[in-house]
């Protein structure tokens, strides 16, 4: 036996497999552990705070809480179910269990991708390379946040979809109603769901018509699935996304966001890629494999490419959204055809249950060798947010209002509730005006003289980077309480 076909007879192994799966889990969960995500994202503590307010009111939120300057604004909770497990954690394990809470999310992710790319490639190995490659471009992009119940129920409805294509059985798709009803109460981006099924259901409507007219070239494969089917499961799945506090309002909040323009300019995670980071380069590399998987295919389907080139469109539009096309085109390029005795047994239950068993205590293990615990995130939090300067103004303590730089606000609203914050991170709360408002504001635009919300203010809380923070050293109407290496805080010169 050859060198090579003793390395492929390894590879087939399931102890191999076992361990190369449990070292992706434990990898991942490490980089939890050091880079303490789950405790750093800005927005990560104004989704604590409501979900506080939704377990300690029983009630839903309709109105801009925790703000003074958007109070009476309307605004819907529509992340609830993130908020309410994230404030359960919390209340259990303090900062503990947000990050534990975090790192849990993460991993699910990744389980997610590895598992839909696994039953659609019906290969090992090419599951855990693509999902290698997909996490490089979108995992640690941002914090778990609401967005990662997004990610792994896509991978379920795609997963679905894939099946159903493949085998001609729509009833797989009867499950998609139900999952939509948990992903319209966890995220707004449930929205993606629903334009992935009716994407389905209008292709295959555009082939049937095509065909009746004999205008369907031969280059491309045949719909599978009836399409009266498909409406009545797109229509299902519309009415199970209105099941919730905010009913068929989740669509009004989906088309304000459309009309979001500033936010787009402003916030880095919003912005179109620049290519100054690997990752970026990463979702290039995958979008291009897909679509190349595609064409070297016999014929082409018109689902998976119509869905390409709409994930590509969005992806490339925004940083944040780099999922999309990263998990969209994995699935892609792992679906390609390949002959019955090249496909690999399951891991079966036995598998699973020592990948489980191990990466739990590997976890365990690894945890123990960093400071992920209640004094190392103290610690990480002090370092990124004023806990000092609130400190210091709770045993010195002023008059209001407030007013913050925008990156505080979230925690500001968890640290220091007795002040309504002036902005945060609920973009969709303050609109279009007062966004743009604060940055100029925030970069000392000669603006900010008349800034009606700084000229109120009777407490104002800054982080030391941004320009205004400097030039407030000089303005008569403020003078200095406090200050440290995060922030600065001013107190008006009545």
Wanted: aromatic share 16%.
């Amino acid at each position: 036996m050859s060198a090579i076909e003793e390395l492929f007879a390894l590879t087939r192994l399931r102890v191999l497999r076992w361990l190369a799966l449990t070292a992706l889990i434990v990898a991942i969960g490490t980089e939890c552990f050091v880079s303490k995500l789950a405790v750093l994202d800005p927005d990560i503590w104004w989704h604590l705070s409501v979900g506080d307010w939704i377990v300690h009111n029983q009630a839903f939120p309709h109105t801009g809480i925790f703000s003074r300057t958007a109070a009476s604004r309307p605004w819907m909770a529509y992340s609830w179910g993130y908020e309410v497990l994230l404030s359960r954690f919390y209340d259990w394990w303090t900062f503990v269990g947000m990050g534990v809470f975090g790192t849990a999310l993460t991993i699910a992710v990744a389980l997610a991708v590895f598992v839909m790319l696994y039953r659609i490639s019906r290969q090992f190995w090419t599951a855990w390379a693509l999902s290698l490659l997909s996490f490089g471009g979108f995992l640690f992009n941002i914090a778990p946040r609401p967005v990662f119940f997004s990610v792994i129920l896509f991978t379920i409805v795609l997963t679905l979809i894939l099946e159903a294509q493949r085998s001609g059985r729509v009833q797989l798709l009867y499950w998609l109603p139900l999952i939509f009803i948990i992903w319209a109460n966890t995220h707004i981006q449930f929205i993606y769901g629903i334009a992935l099924v009716g994407l389905l259901a209008g292709i295959n409507l555009l082939q049937r018509i095509a065909i009746s007219l004999r205008l369907y070239p031969e280059s491309l494969t045949n719909p599978t699935l009836p399409v009266t089917a498909l409406f009545a499961i797109f229509g299902c799945c519309v009415v199970a996304s209105c099941i919730g506090p905010y009913s068929y309002h989740l669509y009004q909040q989906v088309f304000l966001y459309s009309q979001s323009k500033i936010v787009y300019k402003i916030i880095i995670e919003l912005q179109a890629l620049n290519f100054k980071y690997y990752n970026h380069y990463v979702e290039l590399l995958l979008a291009v494999g897909a679509f190349f998987a595609l064409g070297w295919q016999k014929k082409i389907d018109p689902f998976k490419l119509a869905l390409l080139i709409f994930a590509c469109i969005f992806a490339f539009r925004t940083w944040r959204d780099a999922w999309f096309v990263c998990v969209t085109a994995a699935a892609i390029i792992a679906d390609f055809p390949i002959s019955e005795d090249k496909r690999d047994r399951s891991l079966g239950l036995s598998g699973w249950a020592a990948v489980s068993l191990a990466s739990i205590l590997l976890l365990l293990l690894a945890v123990r060798n960093t400071d992920f615990n209640t004094r190392g995130l103290d610690q990480a939090i002090s370092h990124e947010y004023p806990v000092n300067a609130v400190n210091f103004l709770r045993r010195n303590p002023v008059g209001g209002p407030l007013y913050n730089s925008f990156d505080f606000g979230g925690f500001l609203i968890f640290y220091m509730p007795q002040y309504p914050v002036s902005i945060d991170g609920r973009t969709d709360l303050y609109g279009n005006a007062m966004v743009e408002q604060y940055f100029s504001t925030q970069e000392a635009d000669p603006s900010y003289t008349t800034d009606p919300l700084l000229n109120e203010a009777g407490v104002v809380i800054l982080k030391n980077k941004f320009p205004i923070a400097g030039m407030l050293l000089t303005d008569r109407r403020f003078r200095v309480i406090y200050r440290d290496d995060i922030a600065t805080v001013f107190v008006r010169n009545w």
